[in-house]
Each structure stands twice: as C-alpha cells, then as structure tokens.
C-alpha cells in the first residue's frame, strides 16, 4: 500500500495544483487540495486484491476555478487504468459519485469540492 506522500505526489503530478496532507495547515494557501485515504472497502478473502478509498477535498478563492480542479480530477481519475502510486500498482480506480460534490463555503468565503474515489490494487 502507498503512504498519503505517495498518494498527494501522484495526485499533484496528474492534476498540478497545492495539496497537502490530509487537511489544510493553518499556513495553507487559499487555493489548495487535501488529500486523504480511507479505509475503503475489506479486502477480498481469497486472492490478493484490496479496494482503499481516497478524497480530495479542493478549494478556492474563485468559484468556477476550483469546480474546474475538482471537474479535472474526477476526469482524471475516474476509470483510470493501471497505473503505479508509490510501488503499489493500481488496477483501476472510480469516482464514488457521479460529479465533484460542492461543500459550500469555508469560513473565509473559499469554494470547497470533494471529489473520491475508489481504488482497486492488487498485491503481488
């Protein structure tokens, strides 16, 4: 399994943007991304195959702007195929919903997304 670094360096290399890990330091940006993993689904009892989940919740001072990052992730990742995070190869991966889901405003009037997503790895 790959770490959150492992993850958020993938992530930034596919949809160039300011991510950092798991939530947003007190000295974030404003336009920025936080990614995340999750337990996901159990792993299969018989073969080797493994379903994590991960988000990545998006914000921004321009509304339309970070509706656009969040659109371009799910893009990116939804149905993705094979494909390598850390050492870990990645089957596939799919969107938990069918577009990027708008959470409102922060406290400082930034436009947040969450888009996630489900992983499929198979271990050696």
Request: overall charge neutral; glycine content about 6%; aromatic content about 14%.
């Amino acid at each position: 399994m790959f770490t959150v670094a492992e993850l958020k360096t993938y992530v930034e290399s596919v949809v160039p943007y300011t991510y950092y890990h798991n939530e947003f330091p007190a000295t974030a940006v404003d336009n920025a991304a936080y990614v995340r993993i999750f337990g996901g689904f159990a792993p299969d009892r018989w073969t080797n195959v493994r379903r994590p989940s991960f988000q990545v919740v998006v914000r921004g001072k321009n509304g339309p702007t970070t509706e656009g990052i969040a659109l371009a992730l799910y893009d990116a990742f939804h149905k993705r195929q094979d494909y390598v995070i850390g050492s870990q190869r990645v089957v596939a991966s799919f969107a938990d919903q069918s577009a990027p889901l708008y959470l409102g405003l922060d406290d400082n009037n930034r436009a947040m997304y969450s888009v996630n997503f489900t992983l499929i790895l198979l271990d050696k």
